[in-house]
């Protein structure tokens, strides 16, 4: 199993501003995941990023709007850039490996 | 890849009944998993079915898979108000490279 840490766990942001969320492993791992949860609905991928090489983006996604890095084999951010309130989100990073995940607590981002 | 459905979207029922969940998805699977999301937090892995199994208990809980209908469900037996979540199906698609695809999601409220 994998603890993940996930800052800040809440945000209030303003229109047109950038924010950076921090996920950290306690451990070493190959890929981590980035997952976008917009309100009452579902879990919808947004990037896979491996240590190393550029993150892989969904469709829909692009780097521009959610860049990430991923710097070593236990961090990773994703930034949310020019935000407007359609980015109103819970942002969860996850890691894992045969398949099952685990999650941080998640990034609830509230833009205004 | 598609989301996968789930039924009921709500659910709720009293302390010691039993609970069933259902989800149906479009693709051929690796595995299908269930989580658990308690009140727009990080989800919690609950269990794992692969996709030449076709029954798995953990605890309280039991999945069942179907892939000639392209089908699972979770019941959880003797429900508890602790239980009260939010539920997901994720299915790791075949050729996807362990990315998951989550269901809908069915919201579950258990009453005393």
């Known amino acids: 199993s994998a603890v993940i840490s996930q800052k800040p766990s809440r945000d209030i942001c303003q229109r047109g501003t950038s924010l950076t969320i921090q996920c950290q492993v306690d451990s070493q791992v190959t890929m981590m995941f980035w997952y976008r949860q917009q309100p009452g609905q579902s879990l919808t991928l947004i990037a896979t990023?491996?240590?190393?090489?550029?993150?892989?983006?969904e469709s829909g996604f692009v780097i521009d709007k959610f860049p990430i890095s991923r710097p070593n084999l236990t961090f990773s951010t994703l930034t949310v850039s020019n935000m407007s309130p359609e980015d109103s989100s819970i942002y969860l990073c996850?890691?894992?490996?045969?398949?099952?995940?685990?999650f941080g607590e998640g990034s609830r981002l509230t833009v205004l | 890849s598609q989301q996968g459905e789930e039924d009921p979207q709500a659910l709720s029922i009293q302390e010691g009944e039993n609970a069933t969940m259902n989800c149906s998805y479009k693709t051929s699977i690796n595995n299908l998993q269930w989580y658990r999301q308690n009140s727009g937090r990080g989800l919690v892995h609950l269990i794992l079915?692969?996709?030449?199994?076709r029954e798995k208990h953990s605890g309280r809980l039991r999945v069942t898979l179907d892939t000639s209908k392209k089908s699972s469900s979770l019941l959880i037996t003797a429900s508890r108000a602790a239980d009260t979540a939010s539920y997901f199906c994720?299915?790791?698609?075949?050729?996807?490279?362990?990315?998951?695809?989550f269901g809908t999601g069915t919201r579950l409220q258990v009453t005393l």
């Open positions: 990023a491996n240590q190393g090489s550029e993150a892989t983006y």
């Open positions: 079915i692969r996709s030449n199994e």
């Open positions: 994720a299915t790791d698609d075949i050729g996807t490279a362990s990315k998951l695809t």
């Open positions: 996850s890691t894992g490996e045969a398949g099952e995940l685990f």
